[in-house]
């Protein structure tokens, strides 16, 4: 109801006269806009939402479960047939045929959690580096991928030789052991870890890809099925661009889902530099604008 204007004048003056007691701003207030005053300054981080959605979703353990579970449910199919390979024929030197089962897994991100390490860059306003990696290894502290465990369980009652085709370096193989033990993964020996640096006789390794690895162990082993988070994980990129990639995917379409299980990592890859052309000496500031106009706005 409004109050026409002698009738307001008069209920000022007798609030006035009243003269009540001021109550002091809760003490949480000020605290509260210098702590949003303090967030506004802090730059933002294109990882924020990829780190807490990898440690928070339930959407992420959906994915990553499902995954492994469809993979164990073809692990049957797989064995029976004996022409089933999982490596591409340019990276076979011999036929597989007769060969002990086994299947490869990435290691970060596929079975191996790394997302405490993530969040601490994004904590600390840091990217990645040489030394903060190896420190966080020799923690040993990264959980298994949700459904991986059940995954090896029944690769095992089978037969199937489980092998570690990482990034990982390697002299960080003995952290990286103890890590997959403590985490409950089954490790057979040693050999079963073919990190950064192995030496394939007869084949010269490019870089970080694997094809030199795969093809070593494709001289022992039959290779049912590739686990990975990266596409190079599964085949060689000749040329990290958008377009080689997404012709690799096309020539490749209907491995995935069969021999070849892709784990969700929205936190790094390799499909981040292909967007500013591999140079990862350009500031931080140029990478990020090149990723923002890398984005579809359609109008």
């Known amino acids: 109801m409004r109050l026409s204007l002698p009738c307001a004048a008069l209920a000022v003056a007798l609030l006035a006269a009243c003269q009540p007691v001021r109550q002091e701003a809760p003490a949480r207030a000020p605290a509260a806009a210098e702590t949003t005053a303090e967030a506004a300054t802090v730059p933002a981080d294109d990882n924020l939402n990829a780190v807490l959605w990898v440690q928070r979703a339930a959407e992420y353990r959906a994915v990553a479960i499902q995954t492994y579970r469809s993979a164990a449910d073809h692990l049957d199919q797989a064995l029976k047939q004996p022409h089933w390979d999982a490596l591409v024929p340019t990276e076979r030197d011999n036929p597989g045929r007769g060969l002990r089962p086994a299947v490869i897994l990435d290691i970060d991100e ?137 012709a690799l995917l096309d020539e490749y379409d209907d491995w995935f889902g069969e021999r070849w299980w892709m784990l969700p990592n929205p936190t790094y890859g390799s499909w981040e530099p292909a967007l500013f052309d591999n140079n990862w000496r350009q500031p931080r500031e140029d990478r990020r604008a090149a990723k923002r106009a890398a984005l579809d706005v359609a109008p």
Not at 166 to 191: E, F, I, M
Request: with cysteine; net charge neutral; hydrophobic share 35%.
């Open 110 to 246: 596929t079975v191996l959690d790394n997302s405490p390490y993530q969040a601490r860059l994004v904590r600390d306003g840091l990217e990645y580096s040489d030394p903060t990696w190896d420190a966080w290894v020799e923690e040993r502290r990264a959980q298994p991928v949700p459904g991986v465990l059940e995954f090896a369980r029944a690769a095992q009652q089978k037969g199937v030789t489980l092998l570690y085709i990482s990034n990982r370096a390697v002299h960080l193989k003995d952290a990286t052991l103890a890590n997959l033990r403590a985490a409950g993964l089954p490790v057979t020996d040693d050999s079963v870890f073919l990190g950064l640096g192995t030496v394939v006789p007869g084949c010269e390794q490019e870089g970080s890809e694997k094809d030199c690895r795969r093809r070593l162990a494709g001289r022992n082993y039959r290779v049912l099925m590739q686990f990975g988070d990266q596409l190079g994980d599964f085949v060689q990129i000749d040329a990290n661009t958008p377009q080689r990639r997404q």
